[in-house]
């Protein structure tokens, strides 16, 4: 069986793309990501709420991969 490698690097930068891309097209819920994901949400709670939320999967999953970013980044 083939082992999946660790591909870190690539990850970082997609959870990257997408807080830019969710702070310059939706500044709203790039603030409200980093204020829950401040408040304890896990980037698995996230896109579980963004899903239930509105049934889109792309968005749910693209909050997802900035919330990874924002629990990384306190700092922002």
Not at 1 to 22: G, P, V
Not at 55 to 67: H, I, M
């Amino acid at each position: 069986m083939a082992k999946t490698k660790d591909l870190a690097a690539i990850a970082r930068a997609l959870d990257y793309i997408s807080w830019q891309w969710l702070s310059d097209n939706h500044p709203e819920l790039a603030e409200a990501i980093e204020l829950e994901v401040g408040r304890g949400a896990t980037p698995t709670d996230v896109r579980r709420f963004v899903m239930r939320y509105t049934d889109r999967f792309e968005l749910a999953l693209r909050c997802e991969q900035a919330a990874s970013w924002v629990a990384e980044h306190p700092e922002i």
